[in-house]
């Protein structure tokens, strides 16, 4: 793959962070008020995304090492769209946030693959200069997001934001459809074992910087 493409992947695929939170948040309020939710109940849809997101980090990254980024991608992208377009349609909050951790689940996907790819195909320095390229407009779009949801849940109600997520989401299956090619150099049969698992996120848990992180929260 050409590198151009590489980023504006890196850039779809990491922009899916503030796609999902930034673009929403404008909507809490509304949301709370037409599906007659407590303050926390709506927070909770955030929460709960955030949280599975964190989680299933742990999961993609072994099945990416396993069975390839292609096929991690394809089907993480293609449960985010459909998370996506299941919560705009939800009539409760129970539901909206149980969705909410489907779509943050399968948001994973996307960051893991997304580094890993970068990993597969570039030197370290190469790789930061690809990695802060596309962070930049992964900057773009996490000033856009707000305002556009902000202008999506006043003009056409809460659940545009989800469907601009959905939509969004859609098109990064596309794009990863039709130009990724297979970055992984060696699948490993047995990153998914369990004794492999365990030892890898002892080793994550073990990390000072993952502990300090865990104190502050």
Known sequence: ?????????????????????????????LLQRELGASLASAQLTLSALIFCFGAAQLV?????????????????MALYTAASIASALCASI??????????????????????????????????????????TGLGVIAMLCPVIGAALAQGFGWPATLMATALFGAGTLAFVALRFEETVPRRNPQATRLGPLLHNWGVVLRHPTFRAWVALL
Do not use: K, N
């Not at 993609?60 to 993480?76: E, N, S, T």
């Open 1 to 29: 793959m050409a590198p151009v493409t590489v980023v504006m992947m890196l850039t779809l695929l990491l922009g899916l962070q503030p796609i999902t939170t930034d673009l929403y948040l404008p909507a809490l309020p």
């Open 60 to 76: 993609c990254g072994p099945l990416a090492d396993r069975f390839g980024r292609r096929p991690v991608l394809l089907a993480g």
């Open 94 to 135: 129970d539901a909206l946030v149980a969705w909410r951790a489907v779509q943050g689940a399968a948001m994973a996907s996307a960051v893991t693959c997304g580094r890993s790819v970068v990993r597969d195909l570039f030197l370290p320095h190469e790789g930061a200069r690809v990695m802060s390229r596309a962070l």
